[in-house]
């Protein structure tokens, strides 16, 4: 897929639904402290390995902060979403796999593998990790994301990801990489 990125402009962002940047004044030890943070939503993520396929699925999309770092900003991600709906983590992430990758998974084959804090220097959200294997029979569209969300997803083969982890030329996302090392530490023994 070829992508054509022309930056318009940066500028300081004095509105967002999605993230409110904020200064918090505390006391540490007896000495006053400042610290900038962002305040964001939560997020779950998911972890799809594809039997018939051997393969993990991903979603690659781009994203302007990477691109500010590396001139490129597409990603190799999990398929994940915010969560900002009134309805279960797992629901979300039944959701999220739907509309990203095209599989519509059913709630009770998503395993839930561990929570953890993203980006704790500045937003700490809270991601939740789940593990779901895919089949052919899941497939029900061609995913890509919903409204202007422009993903494309990516099948790597099983016997690959160990170097693809450590290609430092591929931008990959620190909970892509936990999710592979908790793969291989427990169904590659």
Not at 51 to 60: A, C, E, G
């Amino acid at each position: 897929m070829k992508h054509t990125i022309e930056v318009i402009k940066v500028e300081e962002c004095l509105h967002s639904d999605y993230i409110k940047p904020k200064s918090m004044y505390y006391l540490h030890n007896s000495v006053e402290k400042r610290w900038d943070i962002v305040d964001t939503h939560n997020s779950v993520a998911i972890l799809l390995y594809h039997k018939d396929l051997d393969s993990f699925v991903f979603v690659k999309q781009f994203r302007p902060s990477i691109y500010v770092k590396n001139h490129d900003g597409f990603t190799y991600e999990l398929c994940a979403g915010i969560v900002d709906k009134d309805k279960s983590l797992i629901e979300i992430a039944k959701e999220e796999v739907l509309e990203e990758t095209g599989y519509d998974v059913p709630l009770d084959k998503l395993d839930k593998i561990s929570s953890f804090y993203t980006a704790v220097g500045f937003a700490g959200g809270r991601q939740t990790l789940y593990y779901a294997i895919l089949d052919d029979s899941m497939k029900v569209s061609e995913g890509g994301g919903i409204e202007n969300e422009n993903i494309e997803v990516i099948y790597l083969k099983r016997e690959e990801t160990l170097e693809f982890m450590f290609d430092e030329s591929i931008a990959t996302t620190s909970g892509l990489m936990f999710a592979l090392m908790w793969y291989f530490k427990n169904y590659e023994k």
